[in-house]
T-cell receptor, first 111, second 113 residues
Framework: NAGVTQTPKFRILKIGQSMTLQCTQDMNHNYMYWYRQDPGMGLKLIYYSVGAGITDKGEVPNGYNVSRSTTEDFPLRLELAAPSQTSVYFC??????????FGPGTRLTVL | KNQVEQSPQSLIILEGKNCTLQCNYTVSPFSNLRWYKQDTGRGPVSLTIMTFSENTKSNGRYTATLDADTKQSSLHITASQLSDSASYICVVSADTGGFKTIFGAGTRLFVKA
């Protein structure tokens, strides 16, 4: 099992550009999550999904969108990148609200 | 307000020594508490998970304790190794019927030879 994979690993965007962060898991987990981690801060939940076709907002959803068309994939979309979105983004999955498995992260810089 | 506070912010110890990291939380109603280890540049990896009824859980040299009455948890690392250098994150989930998980900011541990 590859676990949770994320692409790209690094990205630099200009203000106003759009991009999609990809996340795939091969553990057949129903729950998937997107977090952001700012330097010296705890992870904050952006969006989560409890199954294909079901998504819900987390703590900091503004400026982001998600979709969940399959169990395996949970892409995160940034429509109009802003400097405040400079962060490390982690995708995670789990069988419930327990023991999440995290991906390696995507480091995003918006200039 | 739901919060998870960890102390110390950072800690330096010598290889072979023991250490204890602290986590205080105000998340309510409590569902479970997890400790994660996050190596630099990597995603967090789960160490332990505890529910309300559990007060100790071990994973090798890592032992977590939970006092649900005082809303405190600790992570004790025995006989530290250089590879223990990482951030240790306390995570508390609330049993709200929805999804509410609060991450602490972490304790940065440096183990020196």
């Amino acid at each position: 099992n590859a676990g949770v994979t994320q692409t790209p690993k690094f990205r630099i965007l200009k203000i106003g550009q759009s991009m999609t962060l990809q996340c795939t898991q091969d553990m057949n987990h129903n729950y998937m999550y997107w977090y952001r981690q700012d330097p010296g801060m705890g992870l904050k939940l952006i969006y989560y999904s409890v199954g294909a076709g079901i998504t819900d907002k987390g703590e900091v959803p503004n400026g982001y969108n998600v979709s969940r068309s399959t169990t395996e994939d949970f892409p995160l979309r940034l429509e109009l990148a802003a400097p405040s979105q400079t962060s490390v983004y982690f995708c995670a999955s789990s069988t419930g609200t327990w023991g999440q498995f995290f991906g390696p992260g995507t480091r995003l810089t918006v200039l | 307000k739901n919060q998870v506070e960890q102390s110390p912010q950072s800690l330096i110890i010598l290889e072979g020594k023991n250490c204890t990291l602290q986590c205080n939380y105000t998340v309510s109603p409590f569902s479970n508490l997890r400790w994660y280890k996050q190596d630099t540049g990597r995603g967090p990896v789960s160490l332990t998970i505890m529910t309300f009824s559990e007060n100790t859980k071990s994973n090798g040299r890592y032992t977590a304790t939970l006092d649900a009455d005082t809303k405190q948890s600790s992570l004790h690392i025995t006989a530290s190794q250089l590879s223990d250098s990482a951030s240790y994150i306390c995570v508390v989930s609330a049993d709200t019927g929805g999804f509410k998980t609060i991450f602490g900011a972490g304790t940065r541990l440096f183990v020196k030879a």
